[in-house]
């Protein structure tokens, strides 16, 4: 994950406005790997990525009605190039058959990162509304991590097979 | 040539699904190529994409840009060919590893010297994805692959050092690591008037080694504007460039700051003083006849 944030100097509105860029790039992403699954003949971890992506998009709508309703249409004055990958799974996390549990731990290991880009930014925050929004965000990165969690607990119990046990030996020639 | 006006990196984007392995680095280079080309703002049909064959080479087919995916090694000849021909368009030239410095090895040399304006994308997955895994000029020494099972014996091509060593205007290396910095690194290599070469670090996930994903090459992965490099220092560059392999140094190695003419920019004035001294066209036939 890279940032390009002066933390110090960030104001509300700039904050608002990267939580939502940040949303934005997770949805992205969770619909590319929806498509790569649909692509590849693997439905159930399409249908989790797209729950996944849904989920994204109403919070970073949420977030941009904040934004609107505290600083109507004042011009976002941060970049997209700011931010990468705070929330959105890493390019490689799709795999082709993927089972729904691997799917559901890549979101759940990007929860994780997002909840600690969150914190390791709280020490270098300065403005006291722009900190309680990282907390508040924090913390719902936390809550995300407890609903993915319940979603892993809903699964059949694992085989215990890796994706090695699928592979066929070399035959004898 | 029309005025560059407000495009977004959807408007880059194909209907044509890719069908590349789910997690392919590759995914991340057409995004990073939607976003360039965005910020650049020329319409799609003044861009002419071409590419070789590999996996990687599909990529022209996910774009809306004018696209020709060519032959095995001989995307740089065509893409030569293509700008000459019509100038005016933005040429993007890309492939595989194996395209690039294998069996297409010896037209970058000739690229690089003659200085068209063309930006090549190299997707470097230190192997051949598309026919299953056998070893590539970047793999390293010592790589298992079904063409080496006892171990490559070979160095690997570097290819940071290879085109600074031939010349290149701009060289630069990115990956997905950084997906804003792989858009801005392209962007940038796009505005070089000249010709210009970024090496992508695109993990292959179903053929590539463990250290090569983008977990492995984050892990050894530098920025060299936070080296304080400076990319107009080109012995630097090319001492950086000889850590290929070793450390993943991302962001532009060289960018020459006085750019030399372009082949391109000689044609055009030569076809401009010729014309001078030319016959009108209806006299061409006499040089033909004898007096
Ligand atoms: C003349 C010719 N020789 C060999 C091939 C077979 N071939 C197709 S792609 C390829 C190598 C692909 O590797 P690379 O260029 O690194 O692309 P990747 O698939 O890794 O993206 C080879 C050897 C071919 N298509 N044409
Ligand atoms: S084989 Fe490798 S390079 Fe080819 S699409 Fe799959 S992951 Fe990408
Ligand atoms: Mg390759």
């Known amino acids: 994950m890279a940032a390009r944030i002066d933390f110090a100097s960030l104001t509300l509105k700039d904050a608002l406005d990267l939580a939502v860029l940040i949303e934005d790039e997770a949805k992205e992403r969770y619909e590319d790997f929806a498509a790569q699954m649909d692509q590849h003949r693997t439905p159930e971890a399409a249908k989790f990525f797209r729950l996944m992506a849904v989920n994204e998009a109403k919070h970073g709508q949420e977030l941009a009605e904040r934004r609107g309703q ?41 929860e994780v990162k997002a909840q600690a880009f969150f914190v390791a930014a709280l020490p270098a925050l300065k403005d006291a509304k722009v900190r309680a ?25 694992d085989s215990g097979l890796s994706d090695d046990d699928f592979v066929d030996e070399p035959a004898a020639q | 040539m029309s005025a560059t006006c407000e495009f977004q990196a959807k408007d880059y984007k194909s209907d044509l699904k890719p069908i590349w392995c789910p997690g392919c680095g590759d995914y991340s280079v057409v995004q990073g190529i939607y976003r360039a080309l965005a910020a650049i703002g020329r319409p799609p049909h003044e861009v002419a994409f071409i590419s070789g064959i590999g996996c990687s080479s599909r990529i022209p087919g996910y774009t809306t ?36 410095f294998s069996i297409g090895g010896g037209h970058i040399a000739h690229l690089i010297r003659r200085n068209i304006d063309i930006t090549y994308i190299v997707m470097d997955n230190q192997i051949y994805g ?30 940071l050092l290879y085109t600074l060593a031939y010349g ?22 796009i505005r070089y008037p000249g010709f210009a070469f ?12 463990e250290a090569q994903q983008i977990k ?4 050894i992965s530098a920025s060299l504007k936070e080296l304080g490099h400076d990319p107009a220092d080109r012995l630097a560059a090319m001492d950086l460039a000889q850590h290929y392999g070793e450390k993943m140094h991302l962001g532009v190695f060289y960018r020459n700051p006085e750019p030399p003419p372009t082949y391109d920019a000689l044609i ?7 014309s001078q001294g030319a016959l009108p066209k209806e006299r061409i036939l006499d040089l033909f006849i004898k007096k």
């Open chain 1, 70 to 110: 505290l600083f109507g249409d004042a011009p976002r004055t941060v970049t997209r190039a700011q931010i990468f990958d705070v929330e959105a799974p890493d390019f490689d996390e799709a795999r082709a058959f993927m089972s729904p549990r691997q799917a559901m731990k890549a979101a759940l290991a990007s």
């Open chain 1, 133 to 157: 929004l990282f907390e508040e965000l924090r913390d719902e990165e936390v809550e995300h991590q407890a609903l993915v969690k319940a979603e892993l607990a809903k699964l059949p119990p």
């Open chain 2, 268 to 274: 055009r004035e030569r076809q401009v003083q010729l």
């Open chain 2, 130 to 159: 598309l026919t299953k895994g056998q070893l590539s000029p970047t793999s390293q020494k010592g790589r298992t692959t079904c063409t080496s099972p006892y171990g490559s014996l070979e160095n690997p091509v570097n290819p």
């Open chain 2, 216 to 219: 492995g090459l984050k892990a």
């Open chain 2, 65 to 100: 840009a004018y696209g020709f995916n060519t032959v095995h090694g001989r995307a740089l000849p065509i893409a030569q060919g293509i700008k000459l021909a019509n100038p005016d368009l933005l040429v993007l030239a890309a492939g595989g590893d194996g395209d690039g």
């Open chain 2, 198 to 209: 970024v090496n992508v670090q695109s993990p292959c996930v179903t053929y590539g080694e």
């Open chain 2, 168 to 189: 290149a205007g701009f060289v630069a290396q990115a990956s997905p690591t950084d997906l804003a910095g792989m858009a801005a690194i392209i962007e940038e290599a």
